[in-house]
T-cell receptor, first 112, second 113 residues
């Protein structure tokens, strides 16, 4: 079973920041928070991951609470192409044995 | 970045026939590959874990005799859907573990008539 909970769906106005929350209250000390997204009829795309520090790359920022029980993915300026299902996953990094188990994710709709 | 390909991207077959889907890691060696299935409006469901040179490990409820997995090399895993039926119509996605990370393929759309 997935170890995270996310809202089923969210809307965001084009050009505004999209903030996608994720709860992972049972995360273990060696587990990272990963975010992927899936645009319709495509394979999942890696976005970002982190352990406890906030992370930023060219796609998004990841804010992890100090107790690591929740996190927020931020798309700073959402575009129509960011409309997708976003999956928050916790797993051990660099471990082939730790399977990526997908929950339902959050369906983000970016509205013109 | 690392690339994983799948072939074919879409396939239509008649009921009762077998279909083979290939998953390749193009620029890295993958010790482990995973196969997922996704029905419309649902999330990805892990079907099996494929390790090079050994038997695949199937998730609970997945029929190993129906979904044959072969991982003959460090860059290729194949999924064969045997005696396909319309209920096997789905989006099949593979992923490959390498370079300390997991990379996903673009998916294969299978339609069984």
């Amino acid at each position: 079973d997935a170890k995270t909970t996310q809202p089923t769906s969210m809307d965001c106005a084009e050009g505004r920041a999209a903030n996608l929350p994720c709860n992972h209250s049972t995360i273990s000390g060696n587990e990272y928070v990963y975010w992927y997204r899936q645009i319709h009829s495509q394979g999942p795309q890696y976005i970002i991951h982190g352990l406890k520090n906030n992370e930023t790359n060219e796609m998004a920022s990841l804010i992890i609470t100090e107790d690591r029980k929740s996190s927020t993915l931020i798309l700073p300026h959402a575009t129509l192409r960011d409309t997708a299902v976003y999956y928050c996953i916790v797993r051990v990094a660099g471990a082939s044995y730790d399977k990526v188990i997908f929950g339902p994710g959050t369906s983000l709709s970016v509205i013109p | 970045g690392a690339v994983v390909s799948q072939h074919p991207s879409r396939v239509i077959c008649k009921s009762g026939t077998s279909v083979k889907i290939e998953c390749r890691s193009l620029d890295f060696q993958a010790t482990t590959m995973f196969w997922y299935r996704q029905f419309p409006k649902q999330s990805l469901m892990l079907m099996a874990t494929s390790n090079e040179g050994s038997k695949a490990t199937y998730e609970q409820g997945v029929e190993k005799d129906k979904f044959l997995i072969n991982h003959a090399s460090l860059t290729l895993s194949t999924l064969t859907v045997t005696s396909a039926h319309p209920e096997d119509s789905s989006f099949y996605i593979c992923s490959a573990f390498g370079l300390n990370e997991q990379f996903f393929g673009p998916g294969t759309r299978l339609t069984v008539l």
